[in-house]
């Protein structure tokens, strides 16, 4: 365990040291796989299914702020899905337009899930999002969670479905749109993960928040175990058991990421608890301390054996050494 | 000769210029109801866009609904619904934008008296 410790310890300093280079490679990396999965998975609109342009905005995107690249990878999605017909792209854009306006107005610096939340999903693993959210920043953060899974559902409906918005003339416009509204307002699994995510998010913050002992371990695994639950079970309740295997298996993987979460943010050390009480002139204070687990990274010692000191190097020692005891540096010679 | 106490009041103040500074001091040029007033004023507008969205989206979705019912449809009671929702709307989403404008207001003065708590400082260091 202290190895591990002394290894997160050595992470963190090098990740504080450079976190431009980590900032923006973590940046590069999420767009890159977010615009690449639009290329290849939604790529609808021929006249820009030019690789060059998903690498050429995931580099800009890796060095402007995220809420600028949130916005370019928008705008590539929207071109995209204009090849499946402007009304499709007009509904999207509705959606986006909604997430701005009901949440990224007011914490613009999420915006990022709008992007990880999708990506995760096409990776089947986004059940860790809901808890690690609860857990880092509270219940609310999980709405960009539910407005991304939002969009998956959407971008998954319309590429399960393309047939459907290819085909037909101008006359059939609110039909297509209908069929894309459909894809979210008739989709009942997708309010049921959104309500098992908003629920999950809500009982990890709750329990978190608590003083309780191993308050984090136990918000992660009452939060994995009910998200698992309301998702089984909403799922036996539909009828549609296909993705069982999927959602066991993305829990345990997510519980798997939850659990190095907590050792990275939130290390505390049970054994040395301190209890203090005091006052001042307003309130008298009970106070539980519960100390953080630090281990120092051991530093390199080096010894030379039989290494020939140089004379200035001699005199220096000697004049340490005369400083110390208070006497004549001459008595040294 | 470089002082260097000097250098590090200044070194704080510029990061907190460049930080978290920059949007804090331009909601200090406002008194805290001015402030929440342009907060509340952008909120009516995005608000109000939201809702218009919202209520596009669910029409279109029910658009063969509403095409059956429209010529039995009471159209002012219709309306008078349309307008409870909108007004119910709008106090969830103005309630939420004041409390998060109020919270706004108190962190980025307790930040600008840190600020001016440094300047006065480094004034001090130069008399």
């Known amino acids: ?333 | 000769m470089v002082n260097e106490e000097r250098v590090r009041a200044m070194t704080k103040a510029a990061i907190f210029e460049e930080g978290v500074g920059k949007k804090a001091l331009s909601s200090g040029e406002y008194y805290r109801s001015d402030y929440l007033f342009i907060q509340m004023l952008k909120s009516f507008f995005w608000g109000s866009l939201a809702f218009a969205l919202l209520g596009l989206l669910l029409a279109c979705y029910g658009i063969d609904a509403l095409m059956g019912k429209l010529p039995s449809m009471n159209v002012p009671q219709f309306c008078v619904a349309v307008l409870i929702a909108y007004l119910l709307f709008m106090v969830v989403y103005m309630g939420v934008s004041y409390i998060r404008g109020y919270r706004r207001y108190q962190s980025n003065e307790i930040a600008i008296k840190g600020y001016e708590k440094t300047l006065k400082h480094l004034e001090n260091m130069y008399e």
């Not at chain 1, 009304?87 to 949440?103: G, H, Q």
């Not at chain 1, 050792?263 to 050390?269: E, I």
Request: hydrophobic fraction near 50%; aromatic fraction near 10%; include cysteine.
């Open chain 1, 1 to 333: 365990m202290n190895k591990m410790l002394e290894r997160k310890t050595k992470l963190v300093v090098f990740v504080e040291k450079n976190e431009f280079l980590v900032k923006g490679l973590a940046k590069l990396v999420l767009m890159l796989t977010a615009c690449l999965l639009v290329h290849f998975e939604l790529g609808f609109f021929q006249r820009v299914h030019v690789i060059a342009i998903p690498i050429a905005l995931a580099v800009i995107g890796a060095f402007v702020p995220m809420g600028l690249g949130t916005l370019m990878l928008a705008a590539y999605l929207l071109i995209n899905l204009y090849g499946l017909g402007v009304e499709v792209c007009v509904v999207a854009l509705v959606l986006l337009l909604l997430c701005f306006t009901l949440y990224f107005r007011f914490a613009p610096g999420r915006s990022h899930l709008l992007i990880l939340t999708p990506v995760c999903w096409m990776l089947r693993i986004p059940y860790f999002l809901p808890v690690t959210e609860g857990l880092v920043r509270g219940a609310g953060s999980v709405v960009p969670v539910m407005m991304g899974t939002v969009m998956y559902y959407y971008l998954r409906g319309l590429r399960a479905n393309t047939a459907l918005f290819t085909t037909g003339t101008g006359t059939e416009a609110m039909g297509k749109v209908n069929a894309a509204l459909n894809l979210i307002m008739g989709n009942k699994e997708l309010w049921l993960v959104i309500g098992t995510f908003l629920l999950t998010a809500l009982v990890v913050s709750a329990i978190r928040r608590r003083s309780i002992r191993n308050a984090w371990r136990v918000a992660i695994y009452t939060g994995v175990t009910i998200q698992t639950i309301c998702l089984l079970f909403g799922k036996l309740i539909l009828g549609n058991m296909t993705g069982i295997v999927g959602v066991m298996i993305g829990s345990l993987i997510g519980l798997g990421v939850d659990i190095a979460v907590e050792f990275f943010l939130f290390q505390l050390d049970y054994s040395r608890v301190e209890r203090v009480q005091f006052e001042d002139d307003f309130y008298y204070y009970y106070v539980k301390a519960v100390p953080k687990v630090m281990v120092r990274a051991q530093e390199k010692k080096v010894t030379t054996f039989g290494a020939e000191s140089t004379e200035e190097e001699l005199e220096a020692t000697k004049e340490k050494i005369a400083k110390e005891l208070e006497i004549d540096p001459n008595l040294l010679k």
